[in-house]
Every structure is written in structure tokens, then in C-alpha cells.
């Protein structure tokens, strides 16, 4: 059983910086993928970033290529995500969630354990 909590969210303007911590409990995730997601709303979950528990490569979607940085440290079993330069439109409930399984990727439908989110809201 894997559980993930997420933290760091909070209110900011735009410009400013966030990081976000995806805290991870459990065994088996030495092959496991962890990714984060956003859901803002009124729109469909879409994924961000992935970062590979075998060997810490990274995947972006396009858009959030730039401005999102994922990054992992081993020792902790946390997952980072680094966001620069925040936009009103990056207001949103920020999850990160573990594939035990597939290696690398950002298709939701295809992690199985999810932590509850983190509320990030940008408003000037």
C-alpha cells in the first residue's frame, strides 16, 4: 500500500515561485513512476511532470516545459515540483500520484494511488 500527501500550495502573485512536496509512504517503489497532475476548475486533470524511481529521468508535457521542474530526493522519498513564474491560469488543485508499475509517462488513468491534493491559487 503506497499513500501520498502533498504540500506547499498556498495563495500567491503572480511571478512568485512555489514548491511543491509529494511525500511518499509505502514499500515497492523501486520501479515506481511519480507523477504530478493539476485540476483546475471546471476543466479535466492534466498532467505536468513524471519522474522515474529506476533511474530519475524526467518527462514534461509541453506546456508545462520551462516553468515546472520535478526532482526526487532518494533518501526521503519525497517528489518536488518547482514552479517559476506563476500565472493566474496555474490556479489549481495540484496532485502527484504513484505508478508502482510503468516506467515513465503522465497518463492519469493509468496511476493507481493518488494522494488528496494541494490547493495553488494565483491572484494578484
Known amino acids: 500500500q503506497v499513500q501520498l500527501v502533498e504540500s506547499g500550495g498556498g495563495t500567491v502573485q503572480p511571478g512568485e515561485s512555489l514548491r511543491l512536496t509529494c511525500t511518499i509512504f509505502?514499500?515497492?517503489?523501486?520501479?515506481?513512476?511519480i507523477g504530478w497532475f493539476r485540476q483546475a476548475p471546471g476543466k479535466e486533470r492534466e498532467g505536468i511532470a513524471g519522474i522515474s524511481f529506476r533511474d530519475d529521468k524526467t518527462i514534461y508535457e509541453d506546456y508545462a516545459k520551462g516553468r515546472f521542474t520535478i526532482s526526487r530526493d532518494s533518501a526521503t522519498n519525497k517528489v518536488y515540483l518547482q514552479i517559476d513564474n506563476l500565472k493566474p491560469e496555474d490556479t489549481a488543485v495540484y496532485y502527484c500520484a504513484a505508478d508502482l508499475t510503468s516506467y515513465l509517462h503522465t497518463v492519469s488513468v493509468w496511476y493507481e494511488n493518488w494522494g488528496q491534493g494541494t490547493q495553488v491559487t494565483v491572484s494578484s
Open positions: 509505502g514499500t515497492g517503489l523501486e520501479r515506481a513512476c
